[in-house]
């Protein structure tokens, strides 16, 4: 069975510093794949970045980079220069790519973030 | 470019009572799934389906049931609502195969039983 668990319910940040969300999972799968969703007051679930278990390099995409270590079953996100649009929950989600016919994510409790100005 | 759509958005039910959680996508998705959010909580998987007529369910199915019989659609059913069945509801679609990692959310349904 698969589990992730995100460790800080609550982070506070500076505007323009950088933040990072920690995220642990735990799988006994060869291949999977990581996810951070952003869910915003609003309440929609916006992807935000993908990072695949036996992708060499870390994920990134604009100001969001993904810290993963697999060794330590690690994938923690990286906001850079945050912005007050950036408060929000922050999911951590795994699915596995193993080739089984459940597709479904597997979400983290969320920590939610508050960018001060 | 509509994507995943859900309807209603808000909906409030007494304790007994039934209703249809639309959801519709209008990207050719195969793979469609149901999750509830409690409050405070990451997503939980309710119902899956991997294609018109293909339904399997998830962590937490009791109280739900599911139809698939277009590509397009996907409701989810409540029969005898409870309180335990408050929560947001969002219906995803993602492409087949294992290259497909991404999941498009629709907006959420917030239902309230009372």
């Known amino acids: 069975a698969q589990k992730i668990t995100q460790t800080q319910p609550g982070m506070f940040v500076q505007e323009k510093e950088a933040v990072t969300l920690d995220c642990t999972y735990d799988t006994s799968d060869q291949s999977y794949g990581l996810f951070w969703y952003k869910q915003p007051s609003s309440g929609e679930m916006i992807f935000l970045i993908y990072q695949g278990s036996y992708d060499e390099q870390n994920a990134t995409e604009g100001r969001y980079s993904l810290n993963f270590q697999k060794a330590r079953k690690s994938a923690n996100l990286v906001i850079s220069a945050s912005q007050l649009g950036d408060s929000a929950m922050y999911f951590c989600?795994?699915?596995?790519?193993?080739?089984?016919?459940?597709?479904?994510?597997?979400f983290g409790k969320g920590t939610l973030l508050t960018v001060n100005p | 470019n509509a994507g995943v759509t859900q309807t209603p958005k808000f909906r409030i039910l007494k304790i007994g009572q039934s209703m249809t959680l639309q959801c519709t996508q209008d990207m050719n998705h195969n793979y469609m799934y149901w999750y509830r959010q409690d409050p405070g909580m990451g997503l939980k998987l309710i119902y899956y389906s991997v294609g018109a007529g293909i339904t399997d369910k998830g962590e937490v199915p009791n109280g739900y049931n599911v139809s698939r019989s277009t590509t397009e659609d996907f409701p989810l059913r409540l029969e005898l609502a409870a309180p335990s069945q408050t929560s947001v509801y969002f219906c995803?679609?993602?492409?087949?195969?294992?290259?497909?990692?991404?999941?498009?959310f629709g907006p959420g349904t917030r239902l309230t039983v009372t």
């Open positions: 989600a795994m699915r596995d790519l193993s080739g089984g016919s459940n597709y479904k994510l597997t």
């Open positions: 995803a679609s993602s492409y087949t195969g294992q290259l497909a990692y991404e999941q498009y």
